[in-house]
C-alpha cells in the first residue's frame, strides 16, 4: 500500500480502524499507457525474432526503423533516461487535484 501510494496511484485515509482507499485514475491511465508502449515495442521486438528464427529474414524498412527507436529507447535506458524524457520511466508522485 506504501509503494503504491507513494507512486500516486492511490490516496488513502485512516479513520479509526478503517483505512479507506481512493484510485487515482490520472495516474492508472498514465501508467496503463506506458505499458500499452511497452508492450507494443516488445511484441514488436519478439515479432521481428520469430521472423529471423523462422525464415532467416533480417528486418526490413519498416522494422529497421522499430530497431533503430528500440535501440535508442535500450541506450536512453542505459543512461538512466529509459528514452522517455529523462524520467526513466519512473512514475513520480504528486498531488490529486
Known amino acids: 500500500m506504501r509503494t503504491l501510494e507513494s507512486c500516486g496511484l492511490i490516496r ?3 479513520t479509526g480502524r478503517v483505512r479507506t482507499c481512493v484510485l487515482n485514475r490520472d495516474r492508472l491511465d498514465l501508467l496503463h499507457d506506458w505499458l500499452a508502449e511497452q508492450r507494443r515495442i516488445w511484441e514488436a521486438s519478439t515479432d521481428r ?8 529474414t533480417v528486418a526490413d524498412s519498416t522494422d529497421a526503423d522499430d530497431t533503430a527507436r528500440d535501440d535508442e529507447i535500450a541506450h536512453g535506458a542505459a543512461a538512466g533516461n529509459g528514452g522517455n524524457g529523462g524520467n526513466g520511466g519512473n512514475i513520480h508522485s504528486r498531488e490529486e487535484s
Open 49 to 56: 525474432l520469430e521472423r529471423f528464427v523462422t525464415d532467416g
Open 12 to 14: 488513502t485515509q485512516k
